[in-house]
């Protein structure tokens, strides 16, 4: 199921082609995006999307589409899509820079697409992940800010090697480690572990994506009295905690329950506590 709006609100054929073939998005991955839940008509963490898509075209040196344009291109699609048989959808919001040698205007839309069984298995059954080696310290992002470390940018080729070298591994998903054996990130997701009654996860500032959904989760769990770090930690503290989730917008808060082949703390109680303080939210 798709449903696409351009950012003057109407809607296009989605399985018409779209961008020229000397879009910048297309030839060099160059550009934006924020992929977004919304349940039963309502997104989740909008504002939040739309501040760190602002942020990723900041760090692009790019311009982007006024904010007005992205709700608008959204809410086409919301209002297009058919809730009676879908009552979930993943809105994707895309930017590029443009044509190639052209005057730098952005190209973008909104796009809904259905959630998929295999994001609804990992939900519900969790995941086993490996860590792989993203090769830099966690303070590059200061030394280098030019690589874009902490950007939302179209270029995921990296991230999708590595998910495909997980499923070669026979796992379902990805921990980023740094040059020196901190964690990062997933390919697609935060990390998050629970310490006792506190909710741990890394900074923005080691060059990892600041995530939309760890930060409705520590919201929630600081209104209901835990405790929430933001911090740097080995790939010890995986195997050491009391539970470790990959956080994202459209698998939510997926529970981790094996790593590198071995089982880690994956309690069903705790978990579904959890996820009921990020539900809290709406």
Known sequence: MRVLALLDGTLADPEAPLFRADDLGVMRGDGCFETILVVDRKPRELGPHLDRMERSARLLQMR?????????AGQAVIDAWPWDSEPEMALKLVCTRGIDGGDGTPHGFAMGMD????????????????TLDRGYAPDLMDRAPWLLLSAKTLSYAVNMAALR????????DVIFTASEGTVLEGPTSTVVLAQGRKLLTTPPASGVLAGTTQG???????????????????????????GV???SSIRRLTQV????????????ALHTEVVGLYESNY
């Not at 982007?64 to 608008?72: C, H, I, Q, S, V």
């Not at 499923?167 to 379902?172: I, K, L, N, Q, Y």
Request: glycine residues 6%; aromatic residues 8%.
């Open 64 to 72: 982007l589409p006024e904010r007005a344009a992205w709700e608008r």
């Open 115 to 130: 959630v998929g069984s295999d994001t609804k298995r990992k939900r519900d059954s969790g995941v086993e992940v490996v």
């Open 165 to 172: 070298e997980a499923e070669s591994r026979g796992a379902d």
């Open 216 to 242: 409705a989760l520590f919201r929630a769990a600081e209104q209901a009295g835990w405790e929430t770090e933001v911090v740097d930690f080995p790939t010890s503290a995986l195997f050491e905690s009391d």
């Open 245 to 247: 989730w990959l956080a």
């Open 257 to 268: 329950r094996a790593i590198n082949g071995t089982s880690v703390k994956a309690d069903d």
